[in-house]
């Protein structure tokens, strides 16, 4: 293709994946289940540590239950882009509900709002997943 524009990327090095996880907040959720797959917006809270991913769920809905108990590897990509410039940090290992204790104070620290659709927000319940790194590859332009 002669006519298309390109730009070149390059590979992050770890203090640059460590910033942009730890700056960002929000990324894409990837699941299958055999030869299906779902994709779900998400608020991410990274710590240098750990990724946490807050997942609501809703009596009505259980697709998002059901791709994460049948996900081996799940891949949560983060990404940013302006103009020519653009990053991506994609995360791959499995995923298993966080243990730790956290109370509301620091959870609205550690995320952003939630955005609720048309449920009442008495209705949405949260549970935190830890995806564990297996794989983190990140691309930037430059």
Request: contains cysteine.
């Amino acid at each position: 293709m002669d006519h298309v524009e390109y730009v070149y990327t390059r590979g992050m090095d770890e203090s640059e994946v460590e910033e942009n996880l730890t700056t960002a907040d929000h990324g894409v959720l990837a699941l299958a289940d055999g030869d299906d797959s779902y994709a779900v917006p998400l608020s991410h809270h990274y710590d240098g540590e750990r990724l946490l991913l807050r997942v609501s769920g809703h009596d009505e809905d259980e697709t998002k239950r059901g791709f994460l108990d049948s996900t081996a590897t799940a891949t949560f990509v983060c990404y940013g882009a302006s103009g020519d410039d653009s990053w991506s940090v994609l995360v791959r290992g499995p995923m298993r509900p966080w243990d730790g204790e956290v109370d509301e104070a620091t959870l609205n620290d550690w995320f952003p709002p939630f955005r609720v659709f048309d449920e009442a927000t008495e209705e949405v319940a949260f549970t935190l997943y830890e995806l564990v790194p297996e794989s983190v590859v990140g691309r930037t332009t430059g």
